[in-house]
């Protein structure tokens, strides 16, 4: 079992910057593979960014140059620093942990989960 918290949303305007954070506990934190998923009102959850046990990442082809996805293994902590935010960034944000070697863009495959935090872009 892995407990996840999330912390770091705000409200920003379009263009600033955002870090999320991802703390874990539980279970030793280096042995999971962990992603960023967000969901807007009335949308899917979708992935964003994911990082594998070998620091392996992948990203959405939404947030892909703009966001980058880091992970500190001492600290039982993950990041997702967003760069460039734009009003369609806006979402509630959710961290999760999987079992596999590297990120998968399938929501199925992790189930850990975070509580989300809010992001909210405005233009």
């Known amino acids: 079992q892995v407990q996840l918290v999330e912390s770091g949303g705000g409200l920003v305007r379009a263009g600033d910057s955002l870090r999320l954070s991802c703390a874990a506990s539980?279970?030793?934190?280096?042995?999971?593979?962990m992603g960023w998923f967000r969901q807007a009102p009335g949308k899917e959850r979708e992935f964003v960014a994911g990082?594998?046990?070998?620091?392996?990442?992948r990203f959405s082809d939404n947030v892909r140059g703009r966001f980058t996805i880091s992970r500190d293994n001492g600290k039982n902590t993950m990041y997702l620093q967003m760069n460039s935010l734009k009003p369609e960034d806006t979402a509630v944000y959710f961290c999760?942990?999987?079992?596999?070697?590297?990120?998968?863009?399938?929501?199925?495959?992790?189930?850990?989960w975070g509580q989300g935090t809010q992001v909210t872009v405005s233009s």
């Open positions: 990082i594998g046990r070998s620091g392996i990442t």
């Open positions: 539980g279970r030793t934190f280096s042995s999971y593979t």
């Open positions: 999760a942990a999987a079992t596999t070697s590297i990120a998968s863009i399938a929501r199925s495959l992790y189930p850990y």
